[in-house]
């Protein structure tokens, strides 16, 4: 089994900001998941969850979506098998439930379906 525990979200106002974590766990996480992707999905009420960004195992290739892009930066810390999401200028729009999810294969990307497994969730809220 993996776990992954998210935190960080929380309510701010237009042009604040947030700093988003999750932590993925399991018995054998460390072994059978190496080189694992991750990635942060949202969902806003009526809307079907999108992607917001993935980062590859090692660190270096990140992908954003079009309204985070210059916003946002996910990072990832490899020894902590945790992944974060820094949002800045933050707005309305980005008022959502916010996913993470792990990529074993590491190939996923954009792809949510393409995801094994996801957290819980964690609410952004973001006033005008």
């Known amino acids: 089994q993996v776990q992954l525990v998210e935190s960080g979200g929380g309510m701010v106002q237009a042009g604040g900001s947030l700093r988003l974590s999750c932590a993925a766990s399991g018995r054998t996480f460390g072994r059978t998941f190496s080189g694992y992707g991750m990635g942060w999905f949202r969902q806003a009420p009526g809307k079907e969850r999108e992607f917001v960004a993935h980062?590859?195992?090692?660190?270096?290739?990140?992908l954003y979506a079009e309204p985070v892009k210059g916003r946002f930066t996910i990072f990832r810390d490899n020894a902590k098998n945790t992944v974060y999401l820094q949002m800045i200028s933050l707005k309305p729009e980005d008022t959502a439930v916010y996913y993470c999810?792990?990529?074993?294969?590491?190939?996923?990307?954009?792809?949510?379906?393409?995801?094994?497994?996801w957290g819980q969730g964690t609410q952004v809220t973001v006033s005008s």
């Open positions: 980062i590859a195992w090692s660190g270096g290739v990140t």
């Open positions: 999810a792990i990529d074993k294969r590491g190939s996923a990307w954009t792809d949510l379906t393409q995801y094994d497994y």
